[in-house]
C-alpha cells in the first residue's frame, strides 16, 4: 500500500497487461536495465539510544539505512532473496523490479549492498509501463526460477520468469480464491509467500491481503494452491494491517505488521501465526513477537524475507517503503529469531 506520513494517497486503478498487435520492431524493444549506485550508513542500535540488543524473541544484527542519487530508487515494497542473505530480488510499487547484493562485514554484520540495479515492468508487448497506478506491486514470493507478484488496486497475482538482465511481462495469472467483490481498492494483497514444503499445503502459494475485512473484522487471505486450497481470514489485532509475510521452518507463518496515525507516526510489529490455523474455513491467530514505534530505528516497513545463516542462525530480514518522499527512510534491518 502507498503510505506517507502526510496520510494515505489513494488512486483509481486500471487493467493493464493486456495483448495488442505491434510491429516487430516495437515487439523487440525491451526496458533497460539501470545500474543504481548505493550509499548505506550502518545502523547499530535498533532502538534510538540505547545499546539494547535484544527484543522479546528477536535479536538485532544490524542495519542499513540506503540512499540513491538515482530519482528511480525507492518504494521497495517487497523483497526475497535468491542466496540466502546475499543476493536478492524485489518490487517496488512504482512498477520496478530491482536486484542486488546485501554483503556483510567479518562479525556478520550487514555492511553494504552492492550490484543493485532496476528495470521497469513491462506489458505484453515489451512496452516499458510509465504510470505506478498500473504497476501498483506490493507482495512477492520466490521458487525454482518464477516470481509470483501481488498487486493492489485491480487486484491480480501474476507469475514472471526470473531473469535480472530482462524481465519480461507476466505468463501466468493465477486464480487467488478470494471473492473481488471482498478486495478493497488500496487493500489487497501485500503478503504473497510459499508455505513451507513439507507441511499440510507443500509449498503451495499463501496470499494474504492488507486490510481487506470480512464482515467479523478479520482479514482476507486464501492457499491459492496445493492440496488443501480454500479462503480463510487473519484475526486482526489492534489497528495494525498486514504489509509482507513469510514461513518459518517450523510451518508457522511470521507476519509483518504496521500501524500509522498522525498522533503517533508510524509502528511496526511482527506476529507469528500458528501453522495449523492457515486453514480454509479457519481464522489464524498467534501471539505479537515484536513491536517497535518512533523511537526505534523504523520506517513504512513493508519487505519481509526468512532464512537460515551459514551458521544456522534463523534471519529475519526486513525492508522499508520510502514513497520516494523526502520524509521517510529505506532502511534494511536485521535480526536473529531465536525459537527456544
Sequence with gaps: MTFSRGGFRRTVFASVLTCAVVSPAIATQRAPVEAIEISARPITEFRVGRDQKQFGPLEFVG???????????????????????????????????????????????????????????????????????EVDAEGLAVKNGIATVGFEREQRVVQFKIDPDDMKAPFETLDYLVPARELRQNRGFETVTHANPHGQHEGGLVVVSEKSLDKAGNIYAAIIEGPRRGVFTVKRNGDFDITDGAFLPDGDLLLLERSFSMARGVKMRLRRIYGESVEKGAVADGPVLMEADMGYQIDNMEGLDVWTRDDGALMVSLVSDDNQSILQRNLYLEFILHQD
Design 63 to 133: 542495519g542499513l539505512e540506503m540512499t540513491s542519487p538515482s530519482r528511480d530508487f525507492g518504494a521497495l515494497s517487497a523483497f526475497r532473496f535468491l542466496k540466502p542473505g546475499s543476493d536478492f530480488i524485489g518490487v517496488a510499487d512504482t512498477g520496478f523490479w530491482f536486484f542486488g547484493t546485501v554483503t556483510h562485514d567479518a562479525d556478520k554484520r550487514p555492511s553494504g549492498v552492492s550490484n543493485f540495479r532496476m528495470q521497469q515492468m513491462v506489458d505484453a508487448s515489451g512496452q516499458p509501463i510509465d504510470k505506478k497506478w
